[in-house]
């Protein structure tokens, strides 16, 4: 059987990235399509009150799931570099530790988020109207956390040695799924937000019991029983790589979790249309979440191997990419923002509806303005990822941390509100310029000890 792993030390730059990011944006799609059908579920079947209900707690929801995002990331790194190196005993290695670290994780958080749920609703000024229906469905996702888990370290360890194509299938299956069940849940049976809720977190444990199958079928990822017992060395070095990626995105989740606070404030309808965007965020950073991956991949390879200069060619091409990608989309989505907005939004208050209208439009437009700055800060920060340089991207949080927080702040003193929605290209930029120029800076380090 012909292999699915991608050996990026290898062949045209911008080819191999674009070979490699293609299946993953068709997967991010499909994940991001069922991403809206939820949505487009919640607030068509349920109701605006139940789309606030679920925007109230959004960064509350992405907060654990970034988390875990961050460690089996970080973990994969020293997959991809041991890869790179033609290590494949060291590949299987890593990624049998990896696994067994993640258990831990896993339960941890799962235990420490479900016991914070009624603090995190009064956090985050959770409005009484609403705070049932938020509560039930953020601890349903935690409590399917495991699940989800377990689809990010299969699909991590699987792009760590250059499949892209296997979390592709998983995430066109999941989606089908997710919205056969949304559907079922939420029109025939009447569940409502937990309903869809359950639906997100089944379709997750369908991808990722095929992404994991075929990780046991890849002759690299075929960890043996002895791959798990205790190597406190290598744990320390995942540990390592991994906690400043995961500690990143808990900074940057606060940070949005304050701007939430703030935004919980407002009138249903603002939250509401707050919530439609933030929903369609997914459409804006697609294609940018698969180059990250792809260059994490292809940078982590070619530093195992040592081919700096082929590092700085492959970013140079991943630049531009994201210029050509970004103007396209952010070109689509501002002119046809009015029309996406609509699509989620029903009640019988007129008054209701234009407000929450209102509302997203100008907040996709905001941040379709300010779109090429997102897809620079991917690439930056996935090409220090790959090298190994996870610090600076941690740091690079705390960026977005202050800019979010210290924004949100002082717009809700001002009384207006509505400049809230300026919060989050103003982090894009504070951090892309930090990692830019931390990459930069090592960049120029790699070159000057090349062979």
């Known amino acids: 059987m012909k292999s699915k792993n991608m050996n990026m030390t290898e062949g045209r730059p911008i080819k191999l990235l674009l070979l490699f990011a293609l299946p993953l944006m068709l997967g991010n799609m499909f994940q991001n399509f069922y991403v809206l059908t939820d949505t487009f579920i919640v607030g068509r079947g349920v109701g605006v009150e139940a789309l606030a209900a679920l925007g109230a ?11 875990a995002s961050g460690f089996t990331q970080g ?3 020293l997959v991809s570099q041991k890869f790179g190196e033609g290590d494949h005993e060291g590949v299987r290695r890593v990624t049998g530790v990896s696994l067994r670290l993640s258990i831990i994780l896993t339960v941890v958080c799962t235990a420490g ?12 000024n959770v409005q009484e109207s609403i705070r049932p229906m938020a509560s039930m469905y953020v601890s349903i996702l935690f409590g399917g956390f495991a699940l989800s888990a377990f689809y990010n370290f299969a699909a991590s360890m699987l792009r760590a040695v250059g499949d892209s194509r296997t979390p592709l299938t998983a995430m066109i299956i999941s989606s089908v799924v997710n919205i056969v069940l949304d ?13 869809a809720a359950g639906a997100t977190i089944l379709s997750q444990g369908v991808a990722g019991v095929f992404c994991f199958i075929k990780m046991l079928q890849t002759p690299e990822l075929q960890i043996h029983k ?37 935004v919980n404030t407002c009138s249903i309808g603002f939250i509401a249309g707050f919530t439609a965007t933030n929903k369609m965020y997914c459409l804006l950073d697609t294609a940018a979440v698969s180059y990250g991956f792809a260059i994490t991949t292809y940078a982590g390879q070619n530093y195992g191997a040592e081919k700096h200069k082929r590092i700085r060619d492959g970013i140079n091409a991943a630049l531009l990419l994201c210029v050509i990608t970004a103007v396209i989309i952010s070109s689509l989505l501002f002119f046809f923002s009015r029309y996406l907005v609509m699509a989620f939004i029903s009640s019988d208050d007129p008054q209701l509806v234009t407000e929450a209208v209102s509302t997203g439009v100008r907040f996709i437009r905001i941040m379709a303005v300010f779109l090429i700055t997102l897809y620079f800060l991917y690439v930056y920060r996935s090409a220090l990822q790959g090298i190994g340089k996870t610090v600076p991207t941690m740091l690079s949080g705390i960026v977005e941390f202050v800019i979010r927080v210290t924004l949100a702040i002082v717009i809700s003193r001002t009384g207006n509100e509505g400049n809230i929605l300026f919060c989050e290209p103003a982090a894009w930029i504070g951090a892309m310029l ?8 090592y960049q120029g380090k790699l070159l000057k000890n090349d062979r």
């Open 57 to 67: 707690v959004d960064w509350l929801s992405w907060l654990l799931f970034s988390i």
């Open 75 to 77: 973990f994969s790194i």
């Open 113 to 124: 988020a479900l016991s914070l749920v009624p603090t995190f609703m009064k956090l985050l």
């Open 183 to 195: 559907a079922l849940v939420v029109f025939v049976f009447k569940w409502g937000i937990a309903g």
């Open 226 to 262: 002895s791959d798990l017992k205790p190597d406190l060395a290598m744990e320390k070095t995942l540990m390592e790589l991994g906690m400043p990626m995961s500690v990143m995105n808990l900074i940057i989740s606060v940070g949005g979790i304050v701007v939430q606070s703030v």
């Open 434 to 441: 930090f990692l830019g120029g931390s990459w930069y800076y």
